[in-house]
């Protein structure tokens, strides 16, 4: 069974450009959950759709959104970029939404 | 709302000797509990999970936690660590009423196995 996919896996952008994210979760899981790993911040949540529809939405400006597909894949943009959103962005899918949570490889964003 | 807190943020142990990770979380409703390990270069690999039931949990390779609910920890602990068990360790909690797909993390704890 193939786990979740992020593409792509590297990004290089420039200040002001936006950028889309994609993320394929595991066949049948129907929960998608977003977060952003940085040195300085760790680990944050972003936001989590199921069946097409935002759950959950963590404490990030608006410049962050996401959608996700009938197919339960999810992309997320970030619009005008900024230095400081350069980071690791994790995928997560799950079965249900409150199933055990599992994780792509990441795409990683560098903002110059 | 949820924290966690990692008390150490770099851990180096010798291969074999036996090592603990802590980790202590706030809330003000019940929670569950999960380690994730990360690989350089990779995404989170669930470990082992708390929901409820016995407060001590095990994973398949070896590493053990345990819930405290009077003291708010969590602590992971290995009896005899090997060098490929060098990673980071995030320590995540989220509230039972919720979904699990909105994970609190700490900040992660480095495990530095050496030979």
């Known amino acids: 069974k193939a786990g979740v996919t992020q593409t792509p896996r590297y990004l290089i952008k420039t200040r002001g450009q936006q950028v889309t994210l994609s993320c394929s979760p595991i066949?049948?899981?129907?929960?998608v959950s977003w977060y952003q790993q940085t040195p300085g911040q760790g680990l944050q949540f972003l936001f989590e759709y199921f069946s097409e529809t935002q759950r959950n939405k963590g404490n990030f400006p608006g410049r962050f959104s996401g959608r996700q597909f009938s197919n339960s894949r999810s992309e997320m943009n970030v619009s005008t970029l900024e230095l400081g959103d350069s980071a690791l962005y994790l995928c997560?899918?799950?079965?249900?939404?409150?199933?055990?949570?599992?994780f792509g490889p990441g795409t990683r964003l560098t903002v110059l | 709302a949820q924290s966690v807190t990692q008390l150490d943020s770099q851990v180096p142990v010798f291969e074999e000797a036996p090592v603990e990770l802590r980790c202590n979380y706030s809330s003000s409703v019940s929670v569950y509990l999960f380690w994730y390990v990360q690989y350089p270069n990779q995404g989170l690999q669930l470990l082992l999970k708390y929901l409820s039931g016995s407060t001590l949990v095990e994973s398949i390779n070896g590493f053990e936690a345990e819930f405290n609910k009077s003291q708010t920890s969590f602590h992971l602990r290995k009896p005899s660590v090997h060098i490929s068990d060098t990673a980071e360790y995030f320590c995540a909690v989220s509230d039972i009423r919720g979904s699990q797909g909105n994970l609190i993390f700490g900040k992660g704890t480095k495990l530095s196995v050496k030979p």
């Open positions: 066949s049948g899981h129907r929960s």
């Open positions: 997560a899918s799950s079965l249900l939404t409150r199933g055990e949570q599992f």
